[in-house]
């Protein structure tokens, strides 16, 4: 079947990919309009400058070596480099060339992979910044632990030095008591987040058999004053499972977190009620937390909700920092967090623990 050489050409021109002919002298010697097109030069243009001229200068030598190899009869394939737009701007490109030595002539076609590399170019960025605001976290978690042993270790030597012998007062001594064993968990609990942080620079955190209710218990202690006054009601029912394989100090930080929003986030006039449970879906160990507070618009809310600095009200005592050290304990153990909440309905959070 014979063809019309003009149907051949008019496919040349119609492709939106970049084909070209260059000579061995390093001129192009027939291009479509695509090239013209992405570069921003004519055809004159095009034709009458060395091919290096349009690439960026960063990327000469290397194209260079690599068009000696296609000389030599190597194919080139998915070769990256960056062109010069007639106006300054930097074009990314990926070639495959063949060459044809009888007629000392190289056959190439091009992809514009700009906008590939723009994308990847703001994944590092992004990478880069995540990493960075880690670190700032890891240190600022470092001299906040650190910084505050020492006033806590002052308070429990002012305590220690009051005489509750000459206290008549059972009201006071009881106030005394709970001041000290709070002053004591508070103590403990910077010990041990500095003790994490440790295990966590080394990418070693310690993993243990804990039982969920004790946890309960004594994160419930370290705030009893604050549940008592907000008139908090917190519950629990572990009898699908009383044990988790866990980090103890994340997990207390995941009670703490969820029920001190649950009482910041509470709506207004009608007492907090918090429900800790579990469930195994499948074979998959899940801990719950259902409260009946204020709740937001999960849906929207669903990519940003873990968010650092993100908060779900605009309630003045949120920082927008608890739920993403929630959500970090559990990722860093390798489990998953989900979270459903209806606007003054209230929010359930699911956490699916790393099958052992």
């Known amino acids: 079947m014979n063809h019309n050489p003009f149907e051949y050409e008019k496919f040349f021109d119609l492709t939106p990919d970049l084909l070209c002919i260059a000579g061995y002298d390093g001129y192009f010697k027939k291009v479509n309009k695509a090239v013209s097109n992405v570069l921003g030069y004519s055809f004159e243009e095009l034709y009458s400058r060395p091919i290096n001229d349009f690439i960026y200068f960063k990327d000469q030598k290397i194209t260079s070596e690599f068009r000696n190899e296609i000389i030599n ?195 207004p006039g009608i007492p907090s009620k918090l429900k800790f449970y579990t469930q195994i879906n499948g074979n998959k160990k899940q801990l719950f937390a259902e409260d009946n507070g204020l709740g937001f618009d999960s849906e929207n809310l669903e990519d940003r909700i873990f968010g650092i600095n993100e908060k779900s009200s605009e309630n003045s005592e949120g920082k927008g920092v608890g739920l993403y050290l929630v959500y970090n304990h559990v990722i860093n153990m390798g489990g998953k967090i989900e979270v459903e909440s209806k606007i003054n309905v209230g929010t359930k959070f699911i956490i699916t623990f790393k099958q052992q």
């Open 73 to 267: 009869s190597t194919p080139l394939l998915d070769f990256e480099n960056r062109y010069v737009h007639k106006s300054g701007e930097i074009i990314w490109l990926s070639w495959t060339s063949q060459p044809i030595e009888d007629k000392q002539l190289v056959f190439a076609i091009a992809k514009d992979i700009t906008h590939k590399k723009q994308i990847e170019n703001e994944r590092n960025l992004l990478l880069e910044k995540t990493s960075r605001i880690n670190q700032n976290l890891k240190q600022l978690s470092f001299t906040a632990s650190h910084d505050l042993r020492s006033p806590v270790n002052n308070l429990l030597s002012i305590l220690e030095l009051l005489d509750t012998i000459s206290i008549h007062d059972s009201e006071i001594i009881e106030l005394h008591d709970l001041l000290k064993y709070a002053a004591n968990n508070l103590k403990s609990t910077l010990d041990n987040h500095v003790d994490l942080l440790k295990e966590t620079q080394s990418s070693s955190v310690k993993k243990q058999d804990i039982n969920l209710e004790a946890t309960l218990e004594k994160v419930s202690l370290s705030i009893n004053s604050l549940i008592t006054n907000s008139r908090t009601e917190v519950s629990s029912d572990f009898s699908a499972f009383k044990e988790v394989r866990f980090n103890q100090a994340n997990l207390e930080s995941i009670f703490l977190n969820f029920m001190s929003n649950s009482i910041k986030y509470s709506r």
